[in-house]
């Protein structure tokens, strides 16, 4: 009996140690300490530089940017978002079962930011959410984009590819069809991932 009190007496003192060494690392560690700041945030997005976060009157489209594919369109397209190009520019042709294009602010399918970009084509393919760079021929595609809402096949190689939706492609599915839409949906604002607090 005296040897399990003994045995028991041990184990307290122990575990009091315990606490107060653990206690006393958390206390001199600022990460963990409770009186810590809180960490930054981590973002949601695999890389938030090359995200965009497209609002649509249904909800927020995300956007993979493809650097690897179009290095020169994805700059332009997020310097263009950053100045607040796009916000509130109309999809001024919707085409059913093909895409939706927007990103001309005379909202006549005529016009463009004012900078030409040459032509990034590769072997990538226009699948679901693929968003491609319109253009009226050699390198002539400004700020107007298109996302497909089906595979187009027949227009790989042929059209630069610089973006896919990897989230939220059921909103792109509401936008408004018509060669222009009546009373044609807008974009509310598209930004860069990474500039969102």
């Known amino acids: 009996m005296r040897k399990l009190a ?55 489209v995300v956007i993979q940017l493809r650097p690897d ?7 332009r397209v997020k310097e263009l978002a950053r100045k607040g190009f796009y916000d509130g520019l109309v999809f001024h042709r919707v085409i059913e079962g093909f895409m939706a294009q927007g990103g001309d602010p005379t909202g006549t399918g005529t016009s463009g930011s004012g900078k030409s970009l040459p032509d990034e084509f590769s072997n990538a393919h226009f699948i679901r959410g693929a968003i491609g760079a319109a253009s009226s021929g050699p390198n002539t595609s400004d700020s107007q984009f298109f996302i497909c809402f089906a595979p187009a096949t027949f227009l790989d190689g042929k059209y630069t590819i610089w973006g896919q939706v990897i989230s939220g492609m059921q909103f792109v599915d509401n936008i408004k069809r018509g060669e222009p839409p009546a009373n044609p949906d807008k974009i509310i604002t598209l930004r860069v991932a990474s500039d969102v607090k």
């Open 6 to 60: 003994l045995a028991f007496a041990t184990l307290l003192v122990s575990t009091a140690a315990l606490a107060q060494t653990t206690m006393g690392t958390i206390s001199n560690n600022p990460a963990l300490s409770a009186s810590a700041p809180a960490a930054a945030a981590v973002s949601p997005y695999k890389d938030p530089e090359n995200t965009l976060l497209l609002q649509l009157k249904d909800g927020i």
């Open 69 to 75: 594919l179009a290095p020169v369109h994805v700059a």
